[in-house]
């Protein structure tokens, strides 16, 4: 390990308050270590885009709506909101008691209260082409051209839509829609990245980039527990970036690090059972939290009749690809490659826990060797007869799963090789509709079930609609959905689902699980199921 590394195991408390002179005195303080093993780009919420740029956004900034453990929006810079009839037009009311962190750029050096303003001034950055956010797509073709952020006061804006899309409110739940400062984020420009300022319950002390990141408690953090007693309760948070899951685990099992977001793949199984559970030998020295996250891992096809490379392709049989997805364990994949961390997807592609999403649904491919033989025959290629050899495309990492499951097909006359490629490459044969079996997954933006439907709507691109799947119901359906109230909403979305799964476009594999440790000492600590972590009522006993 190199040597800064090292030095950074043995002053925790030095870095975190280094301000004082007698470090002593604080060995009392409250820090909580966490890692972030592929690094840290930037603390700019317009370029959020990578998970550990959203933990770190999420502690810095807030948004105006979020989201609980239960995928239920909350208030939090906006008290409430309206939706105009038509759908066009959204009414935000924003809370009159919040202020943004101190920092030299605002007068006397102390925080200013954030106004209507500041929430124009954040959108429209967005979208602005000399910033190039990665956000952008929030807003671009979506507000209208003129005028779509407006500030009637200093506590009530309006959004201009295009046309209507009732998952909007989701979507500014993204740490991509956080608020922020217009002369700290203008003053700095792109160095914003490194002198971040927000309204969040923690603010920027000390970033030595690649080694160390420190947070202190933002002093005037306007969120308050059930009791009064203000947020957050931690003093700190320290930040590593050991550049290994492996080296990660080592440091938790050491007690460097308070917290780890799924292990390596060399611990999983000297930690857990094949059942998912801690080993005995770990139960009385660590905590073990399974938390559903809106993540599907699937194999997908290309489903686009009219591609040159689908002339003679067996799988442009939906009956083939029917009789695939019912050849395949999931069950197995889950348990002997996932040590339980998942769910076999014997349902649709939209992971269940969104609401109006049964926990078992009545619709998907259940494993049915016997069925898959059925609807071959039924194809016209009984135990495989005539069928060419099909190639899927996938990661190294996922190399173990494709190999299973092209021996499950195997055992109904199904030749399948595996193809390993890099992600990057897989990505662009993907976008460009040149592949006509890949490896993927498919990961929530937004708390809505639309997020996942989008992937099958043909009026869309690759991304997201990497199979090209067209159908013209699914369409009209998905269209309806856009301006529906609720209750229709949630029933369109459930037989869009179902009607998508139907023509096997995809193989559902697994809905993800997060496999999240912590020390005993450490409670309070919370993670949506989008796997943004939330530290605000983190105890340390």
């Given at each position: 390990?190199?040597?800064?590394?090292?030095?950074?195991?043995?002053?925790?408390?030095?870095?975190v308050?280094?301000?004082?002179?007698?470090?002593?005195?604080?060995?009392?303080?409250?820090v909580?270590?966490?890692?972030?093993?592929?690094?840290?780009?930037?603390?700019?919420?317009?370029?959020?885009?990578?998970?550990?740029?959203?933990?770190?956004?999420?502690?810095?900034?807030?948004?105006?709506?979020?989201?609980?453990?239960?995928?239920?929006?909350?208030p939090?810079?906006?008290?409430?909101?309206q939706?105009?009839?038509?759908?066009?037009t959204?009414?935000?009311?924003?809370?009159?008691?919040?202020?943004?962190?101190?920092?030299?750029?605002?007068a006397?050096?102390?925080?200013r209260?954030?106004?209507?303003?500041?929430?124009?001034?954040?959108?429209?950055r967005?979208?602005?082409?000399?910033?190039?956010?990665?956000?952008?797509?929030i807003?671009?073709?979506?507000?209208?051209?003129?005028?779509?952020?407006?500030a009637?006061?200093?506590?009530?804006?309006?959004?201009?839509?295009?046309?209507?899309?009732?998952?909007?409110?989701?979507?500014?739940?993204?740490?991509?829609?956080?608020?922020?400062?217009?002369?700290?984020?203008?003053?700095?420009?792109?160095?914003?990245?490194s002198?971040?300022?927000?309204?969040?319950?923690?603010?920027?002390?000390?970033?030595?980039?690649?080694?160390?990141?420190?947070?202190?408690?933002?002093?005037h953090?306007?969120?308050?527990?059930?009791?009064?007693?203000?947020?957050p309760?931690?003093?700190?948070?320290?930040?590593?970036?050991?550049?290994?899951?492996?080296?990660?685990f080592?440091?938790?099992?050491?007690?460097?690090?308070?917290?780890v977001?799924?292990?390596d793949?060399?611990?999983?199984?000297?930690?857990?059972?094949?059942?998912?559970t801690?080993?005995?030998?770990?139960?009385?020295?660590?905590?073990?939290?399974t938390r559903?996250?809106?993540?599907?891992?699937?194999?997908?096809?290309?489903?686009?009749?009219?591609?040159?490379?689908?002339?003679?392709?067996?799988?442009?049989?939906?009956?083939?690809?029917?009789?695939?997805?019912?050849?395949?364990?999931r069950?197995?994949?889950?348990?002997?490659?996932?040590?339980?961390?998942?769910i076999?997807?014997?349902g649709?592609?939209?992971?269940?826990?969104?609401e109006g999403?049964?926990?078992?649904?009545?619709?998907?491919?259940?494993?049915?060797?016997?069925?898959?033989?059925?609807?071959?025959?039924?194809?016209?290629?009984?135990?495989?007869?005539?069928?060419?050899?099909?190639?899927?495309?996938?990661?190294?990492n996922?190399?173990?799963?494709?190999?299973?499951?092209?021996?499950?097909?195997?055992?109904?006359?199904?030749?399948?090789?595996?193809?390993?490629?890099?992600p990057?490459?897989?990505?662009?044969?993907?976008?460009?509709?040149?592949?006509?079996?890949?490896?993927g997954?498919?990961?929530?933006?937004?708390p809505?079930a639309?997020?996942?439907?989008?992937?099958?709507?043909?009026?869309?691109p690759?991304?997201?609609?990497?199979?090209?799947?067209?159908?013209?119901?699914?369409?009209?359906?998905?269209?309806?959905?856009?301006?529906?109230?609720?209750s229709?909403?949630?029933?369109?979305?459930?037989?869009?689902?179902?009607?998508?799964?139907?023509?096997?476009?995809?193989?559902p594999?697994?809905?993800?699980?997060?496999?999240q440790f912590?020390?005993?000492?450490?409670?309070?600590?919370?993670?949506?199921?989008?796997?943004?972590?939330?530290?605000?009522?983190v105890?340390?006993?």
């Amino acid at each position: 390990m190199h040597l800064n590394r090292i030095l950074i195991l043995f002053f925790p408390i030095a870095v975190v308050f280094s301000s004082c002179t007698d470090n002593t005195k604080h060995s009392n303080k409250k820090v909580f270590h966490l890692n972030m093993s592929i690094g840290l780009e930037s603390l700019d919420p317009a370029f959020a885009q990578i998970l550990y740029s959203m933990w770190a956004t999420h502690m810095v900034y807030n948004t105006l709506v979020e989201t609980d453990e239960n995928l239920h929006l909350q208030p939090s810079l906006a008290t409430h909101w309206q939706v105009s009839t038509d759908g066009l037009t959204y009414t935000f009311y924003l809370r009159h008691d919040v202020l943004f962190q101190d920092d030299a750029l605002f007068a006397n050096g102390k925080g200013r209260k954030m106004v209507a303003s500041d929430v124009v001034y954040s959108f429209n950055r967005l979208i602005d082409p000399a910033v190039a956010s990665t956000g952008a797509w929030i807003f671009n073709d979506r507000v209208t051209e003129k005028d779509p952020f407006v500030a009637v006061n200093d506590t009530t804006i309006l959004i201009h839509l295009r046309k209507p899309f009732r998952p909007f409110v989701s979507m500014l739940s993204m740490p991509y829609c956080s608020i922020v400062p217009k002369e700290v984020a203008a003053h700095y420009g792109k160095d914003f990245r490194s002198h971040a300022c927000g309204t969040g319950p923690f603010q920027l002390k000390y970033w030595d980039e690649g080694n160390v990141l420190v947070l202190h408690k933002n002093p005037h953090y306007w969120q308050h527990d059930s009791t009064g007693t203000p947020l957050p309760y931690l003093d700190a948070v320290q930040i590593f970036f050991y550049d290994t899951k492996a080296v990660e685990f080592l440091n938790f099992l050491q007690g460097k690090v308070d917290f780890v977001n799924n292990i390596d793949g060399s611990f999983k199984d000297l930690i857990l059972n094949k059942d998912g559970t801690l080993k005995k030998e770990f139960q009385n020295k660590i905590d073990l939290t399974t938390r559903r996250y809106l993540n599907t891992e699937y194999i997908g096809f290309l489903t686009d009749t009219t591609n040159p490379i689908m002339q003679g392709v067996a799988t442009r049989n939906v009956l083939v690809r029917q009789a695939i997805n019912y050849a395949i364990d999931r069950q197995k994949i889950v348990t002997y490659f996932r040590n339980g961390a998942g769910i076999p997807a014997t349902g649709g592609f939209t992971r269940p826990g969104f609401e109006g999403f049964e926990t078992t649904p009545t619709y998907g491919y259940h494993y049915d060797p016997q069925k898959a033989l059925a609807l071959l025959a039924q194809a016209g290629h009984p135990y495989g007869r005539g069928l060419a050899p099909i190639t899927v495309q996938t990661p190294d990492n996922y190399s173990d799963i494709a190999n299973f499951i092209a021996s499950e097909l195997q055992s109904i006359g199904i030749k399948m090789n595996v193809e390993i490629m890099q992600p990057a490459i897989l990505k662009q044969q993907m976008n460009q509709s040149a592949t006509l079996l890949f490896r993927g997954n498919w990961i929530a933006d937004y708390p809505d079930a639309e997020t996942f439907l989008a992937f099958f709507y043909s009026h869309y691109p690759a991304p997201p609609n990497y199979s090209r799947f067209s159908n013209a119901t699914f369409d009209k359906w998905y269209e309806e959905s856009l301006n529906a109230p609720d209750s229709l909403r949630k029933r369109l979305y459930r037989q869009m689902d179902s009607l998508a799964i139907s023509q096997a476009p995809v193989i559902p594999l697994y809905y993800e699980q997060l496999f999240q440790f912590t020390h005993k000492n450490i409670s309070g600590f919370t993670t949506n199921p989008m796997n943004i972590i939330d530290l605000k009522r983190v105890k340390i006993n």
